[in-house]
């Protein structure tokens, strides 16, 4: 046996049960080339289970895992009994070293789903994925008894109980197995209506020996077609739950990883474990020949790191190298990865090899490209060309971001990612509205070659993506007057004398970047001249100044900021927005931010620079009740942050920190995966009284390093000093870092994070655990203490 170091595998299929009791005929398990199954025990023994959790276990702390993800699998797992699936939760739990977190999964026809299960699952932690083909008459077409009878309202059933209120949270999906003759929109249309965090839309297994069937009728590429239909309803709905399927494509065209094992080049990190203790390669092997997964190893001989450099597992971890010649010349190669390597087999040359391109190749290279398409269609055409990953970041820069900080470049390279990003998805919130207001998307695409900076000045206005993201959310009507007065604002600042129609609704025509002119409403006519702009309104007026113009405040250093109070899409901070400010609100908004951005050089100097290089805009919200501290920072909307002025210039320069750490994260998050999109999970940050899914954690512990950081530079200005504002600090910095460092501990303890997640969670823990340190009086300490249970409640 060699003794090379392996990748190692993190995902774990345990086969708790071998039989079934639906006799599905799409199953790969007893319906394909493999037959294995005959011979193997019914249920696997507490003996075996044992030895792989210790296997597991032992694997977890040699490669010093920070996570693995066992899916409790069969046949149907729940005929191994409750009794038996909690022996196995806790096994598992038990042989895991310290550091590596279990995310625990059964997947299941749900057939026998019952409360008695649900109730174990939420005792033990385990989410539970529902196999389900879609409708019934999609779902009776193969999932039945060996009678003949549905097994639709069974599921049905058990989707309801997972639906529950208190079980909800153990609801990890569906699984839907296509099949060309089912209609994708009432298969879509039944699946969303279930309400899942997420559905797998597989292929139907097969090979070059074993084709897919190809009704004649549906065209060369029926899968592809199935699938972006259901991928355009997807979107029309605005995304409603995770697909990994879409999410994959989209992902690897823009030079990111993908989610499933079926496409995308990532390395495969997945074993089998079946009832006899055996250890098999992935289970869709099953598909191609009898024997295919095997592998001659179990759990009592060999390890898990022998496992891993089995030959069959190390042919599916090299990447494009282990490709045939065609796939690795292919165009679409990055984002198909040679589909699912079961699909490729096939028997007539020779030995039999998966030395070939998939049998879905015509199939997954139209997919790939329709995907494309859309993704191209949505950007300026001017832009097409431009290169995506232009502002993807350097590990350093990562690094940087992970610590609490971030340059001016480093910042600068998140805009120019969040421009590229903005600009695909007003194309695509264009593309979801039919296309309308052509005329004005022409312009933009025009402008966007004569007069690249006007287009985009335009379309870095922090609300210009915001609508796009509420658009293709539902969020709003499908008009596109925003794009309009985008496309307007655009030709003002480009001075050509374009001209284009924007409709006016409320009684002002807003210019985004620039501000608004009442008039009636109706639509309007406007005119970029090179000495200003000329607005033909629909009652024959003609304008040509702003009534009420955008206004900047310039702040120390020569930089400025937008205070926007006329833009009718501010609206999405979560909060109600300040009316237009009045001359003397306008003073003391320029007053309070000239003094805040001056502590904030003074008192968070490794933020500053990102902060002018990022903040564009700072929309003003209404004061909150009893004039408590409100601000926000919209996930879609780059640069901006929303804030009621509070009374003083240092609340102020903390809040502008707070919300602009988000807009950091945000950004970051946009570019790389730092947590498992699929997890469903609740977490409880240590200052809130309701837990949060992880980007909320993770959000608030990224913003809170800054806070820490003020109230920590704050009180080594008063060290020694006594006062109440002194104190004050103390106790904050007391309070705020210990808050912190719990948090990035239950980010790091999660095992949701991803790679890149774990290296940023270690990036804050590095910033965090030197101020624990710092010596503080008792009396903050306690305070800090008196604090913290209150919270709690004790
Ligand atoms: S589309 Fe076909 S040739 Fe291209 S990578 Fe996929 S399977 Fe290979």
Avoid at 17 to 26: E, I
Avoid at 172 to 178: D, E, F, I, K, R
Avoid at 284 to 304: E, R
Avoid at 349 to 354: K, L, R, T, V, Y
Wanted: net charge negative; charged share 20%.
């Amino acid at each position: 046996m060699t003794t090379s170091i392996p990748l190692p595998l993190t995902q774990f299929v345990v086969k708790m049960h071998s039989r079934c009791d639906l006799a599905c005929d799409h199953c790969y398990v007893y319906e394909h080339a493999d037959s294995s199954w005959r011979s193997r025990p019914k249920v696997i023994a507490d003996g075996i289970l044992a030895k792989a959790a210790e296997r597991i276990g032992e694997h977890a702390a040699v490669h010093r895992l920070p996570a693995v993800r066992v899916v409790l699998h069969g046949g149907e797992p729940l005929l191994a009994g409750p009794d038996r699936l909690r022996r196995a939760a806790e096994a598992l739990r038990a042989a895991l070293p310290a550091g590596c977190s279990l995310d625990l999964r059964i997947h299941t026809n749900g057939v026998l789903l019952s409360r008695e299960f649900c109730a174990l699952f939420a005792e033990s932690d385990i989410k539970v994925g529902i196999s389900l083909d879609g409708d019934k008459a999609a779902n009776d077409r193969h999932r039945r008894f060996a009678d003949g009878r549905s097994s639709h309202p069974q599921v049905l059933r058990a989707v309801a109980l997972l639906n529950e209120p208190e079980y909800r949270h153990l609801f990890a999906g569906l699984l839907c197995t296509m099949d060309v003759d089912n209609d994708p929109v009432a298969v879509y249309r039944a699946l969303a209506e279930l309400r899942p965090p997420a559905v797998d839309f597989l292929l139907p297994h097969a090979t070059w020996d074993e084709p897919p069937k190809r009704p004649a009728a549906l065209g060369a590429t029926p899968y592809a077609d199935w699938l972006l239909t259901v991928h355009r309803l997807w979107e029309t709905d605005g995304r409603p739950f995770a697909v990994r399927t879409f999410e994959s494509v989209h992902r690897t065209l823009r030079g990111l990883s993908s989610l499933t094992e079926s496409l995308g080049l990532e390395p495969s990190d997945l074993a089998v474990l079946e009832t006899d203790g055996t250890f098999e390669q992935a289970d869709s092997l099953k598909t191609a020949y009898d024997g295919a997964p095997a592998t001659g190893m179990n759990v009592f001989a060999h390890s898990i790191d022998d496992l891993a450099r089995h030959p069959g597992i190390v042919a599916r971890q090299s990447g494009l190298a282990g490709l045939s010649e065609a796939c690795r010349a292919c165009s679409v190669v990055r984002s198909c990865g040679g589909g699912l390597y079961a699909h490729r087999y096939r028997s007539d040359d020779g030995a039999g090899s998966f030395d070939h391109p998939s049998v879905y190749c015509g199939d997954l290279m139209t997919f790939v490209n329709g995907l494309a398409g859309s993704a191209a269609s949505v950007t300026v055409p001017a832009q097409a060309g431009a290169d995506p990953l232009s502002g993807t970041l350097t590990p350093a820069q990562l690094d940087e971001l992970a610590a609490g900080y971030g340059s001016a470049d480093t910042i600068a390279a998140l805009g120019r990612s969040q421009l590229a990003l903005t600009r695909a998805m007003l194309a695509a919130a264009w593309d979801a509205s039919g296309q309308g207001r052509a005329e004005a998307w022409a312009l933009l695409a025009e402008l966007d070659a004569a007069a690249p900076a006007a287009v985009d000045a335009v379309f870095a206005h922090p609300y210009a993506r915001a609508w796009a993201a509420r658009r293709l959310a539902g969020d709003l009507p499908v008009g596109l007057g925003p794009l309009a007065a985008l496309a307007a604002a655009a030709a003002v600042r480009a001075g050509r004398g374009d001209a284009v129609a924007v409709p006016v609704r409320g009684g002002w025509l807003h210019l985004p970047t620039l501000g608004r002119i009442a008039m009636p409403d109706g639509e309007a006519v406007v005119t970029g001249r090179a000495d200003g702009f000329e607005v033909r309104a629909a009652d024959g007026s003609v304008h040509t100044v702003l009534d009420e113009p955008l206004r900047r405040v310039r702040l120390a250093g020569g930089w400025t900021v937008v205070l926007e109070d006329t833009d009718p899409l501010r609206d999405s901070h979560d909060h109600p927005v300040a009316d237009r400010l009045s001359n003397g609100e306008l003073l003391n908004w320029t007053g309070a931010l000239r003094e805040a951005w001056e502590l904030l050089g003074r008192d968070l100097p490794g933020y500053a620079d990102g902060i002018r290089a990022g903040l564009s805009t700072v929309t003003p919200l209404r004061p909150g009740p009893a004039g408590r501290d409100i601000s926000s920072a919209a996930r879609q909307a780059y640069g901006a942050v929303g804030i009621a002025r509070p009374a003083t210039a240092p609340t102020l320069a903390l809040l502008l920190a707070h919300e602009f750490q988000h807009v950091k994260l945000g950004a970051v998050l946009d570019l790389t995966d730092l947590y498992d999109r699929t997890d469903t999970t609740l977490y409880f940050a240590p200052w809130r009284p309701d837990p949060r899914p992880l980007e909320g954690l993770l959000q608030g512990t990224y913003a809170h390093l800054a806070v820490t950081e003020y109230w920590g530079t704050r009180t080594l200005a008063y060290d020694g000093l006594p006062g109440g504002a002194a104190d004050r600090a103390r106790e904050q910095f007391a309070l705020w870092r210990r808050y912190t460092a719990e948090a990035v501990e239950r980010l790091s303890a999660s095992g949701a994070l991803t790679g890149t997640g774990v290296r940023f969670a270690d990036g804050m823990r590095a910033t965090v655990t030197p101020w624990l340190a710092v010596p503080l009086p008792a009396a903050a300490e306690q305070a800090a203490d008196r604090v913290r249970r209150e919270r709690a409640g004790v």
